[in-house]
């Protein structure tokens, strides 16, 4: 599964400007509504949920939010790199500057899962990572995020 099956170019937010954690998952559930249609209100207090359970901020500055909505009919990620990182709670606390949404079908199973894998597989790359913070162009982004690993690397 490749991160470009799960992302759209309208869905990356090269330059998010948030304040809060709260803020933080307020804009990213406003771009998932404009990419799928969906309530916005139903996806923020789906992943506002998730988040109660404990927190998404996986370490090394990124952060990982997700859900399952039973309207949606396939699996979605909205990315954002932020402006100034923010407070999310992190297993490291350690500020959050890049977030990785992902919103599945309430039926995903195994599907979500591989899907939050390889986000997570994409986001352990150093390099990747590295070039993701040095841009704040959407294009540019979207590149690194949709490009494929290596053979050998996976």
Known sequence: MALA????????????KANSKKQLLQELAAKASEVTGLAEREVFDVILQRERLGSTGVGNGIAIPHGKLPSLDRIVGVFARLAHPVDFEALDDQPVDLVFLLLAPEGAGADHLKALSRIARVMRDSDKVAKIRATDNAASLYAFLAEEPDANAA
């Open 5 to 16: 099956d799960l992302i759209g170019q309208n869905a990356v937010l090269p330059a998010l």
